[in-house]
């Protein structure tokens, strides 16, 4: 079965701090991931994909197939990081995507 | 140019009545999605529009959900006779194509509560 887990539904470190946010996955192909993020009172947005193996506003991620993970990772947090962060997975030829659950970053001052 | 968008954004009914809900989606966006938040929950799946004709509809709950696009533009998902279980947020996105480059926007969703 198609699966994605976010096993933290809350993160929360201060300014300055690494952050990773864990993202795991089941798929029987070979899967292509993303991460969105949703900002206080904004639209659900696309923050970055696996294939085009980006660095958006000093976050990576690294997909993981013998650990199916996909974490999300950044070595410096910043205030305005606070957010929902989602992990997603392509869910076939239509492109409909499968989500986790969230994980909610909060960064401290 | 403008995103997507819904309406209404708010929708508050009574068990057992019908509600449509709206998506515009990007103008020249030919794939469509809908998708629902239910409280604690990731975003399901429901359906998905390619054009007019839609080719997934495995993420429909039940025969009382149903959607329909009219060519590349508007869609509505109607949901009969409401039950409290289907209390969520609907958000709709739109992309330019099924290829893995399309990115998918999302609208600001419809929260429907069903008292």
């Known amino acids: 079965a198609q699966r994605v887990t976010q096993p933290e539904k809350l993160l929360s470190v201060f300014k300055g701090a690494p952050v990773e946010l864990k993202c795991n996955y089941s798929?029987?192909?070979?899967?292509?991931l993303f991460w969105y993020v949703q900002y206080s009172r904004q639209r659900l947005q696309l923050l970055l994909r696996h294939i085009s193996r980006e660095s958006i506003k000093g976050f990576t991620a690294d997909l993981n197939k013998g650990e199916t993970s996909f974490h999300l990772k950044k070595p410096f947090a910043q205030e305005e990081d606070s957010a929902m962060y989602y992990c997603a997975l392509n869910g076939g030829a239509t492109n409909k995507l499968i989500f986790g659950t969230g994980t909610l970053l909060a960064v401290q001052p | 140019g403008a995103g997507v968008s819904q309406s209404p954004s708010n929708k508050v009914t009574e068990k057992g009545k019908d509600v449509e809900l709206r998506c515009d989606p990007i103008s020249g966006h030919t794939a469509l999605y809908w998708y629902r938040q239910r409280l604690g929950q990731g975003l399901e799946f429901l359906i998905y529009?390619?054009?007019?004709?839609?080719?997934?509809k495995s993420g429909l709950p039940s025969d009382r959900f149903s959607a329909e696009r009219t060519g590349e533009s508007v869609s509505t998902l109607t949901i009969q006779r409401t039950q409290q279980e289907d209390s969520a947020v609907y958000l709709c996105?739109?992309?330019?194509?099924?290829?893995?480059?399309?990115?998918?926007?999302f609208g600001p969703g419809t929260r429907l509560t069903v008292l």
């Open positions: 529009f390619q054009g007019n004709s839609a080719p997934d």
């Open positions: 996105a739109s992309s330019a194509g099924t290829s893995l480059n399309n990115e998918q926007f």
């Open positions: 798929y029987s192909g070979s899967p292509e």
